[in-house]
Nanobody, 120 residues
């Protein structure tokens, strides 16, 4: 299984960050897997953003819940992240990942990551 993130590398403050993860070699509806977004701001550790389960149920980090939406497109085997009202503090490398539980940042299969910078 491989995961690949795609989306704009630069977003202006107050706008919405939108990323897509394309999964190959396995289905996002496969039983028992959770598909997540994780980020790492410069000089900081990994932070879990949210997950969408094989069933379509979603789970969010409480600190980001009000600004986050995760959805999926099963016909294209993709899942997506939208983060609204971004600020420079949302600048980070964003990863999509597969795990066996929501909330994990370790022990997951991750994509290579994509840098997103929030700046005017």
């Amino acid at each position: 299984v491989q995961l690949q993130e795609s989306g704009p590398g630069l977003v202006k403050p107050s706008q919405t960050l939108s990323l897509t993860c394309t999964v190959s070699g396995g289905s996002i509806t496969t039983n028992s897997y959770y598909w997540s977004w994780i980020r790492q701001p410069p000089g900081k550790g990994l932070e879990w953003i949210g997950s969408i389960a094989y069933s379509g149920s979603t789970y969010y980090n409480p600190s980001l819940r009000s600004r986050t939406s995760i959805s999926r497109d099963t016909s294209n085997n993709q899942f997506a992240l939208q983060l609204t009202s971004v600020t420079p503090e949302d600048t980070a490398v964003y990863y999509c990942a597969r795990g066996i539980s929501p909330g994990l940042v370790a022990g997951v299969l991750r994509g290579q990551g994509t840098q997103v910078t929030v700046s005017s």
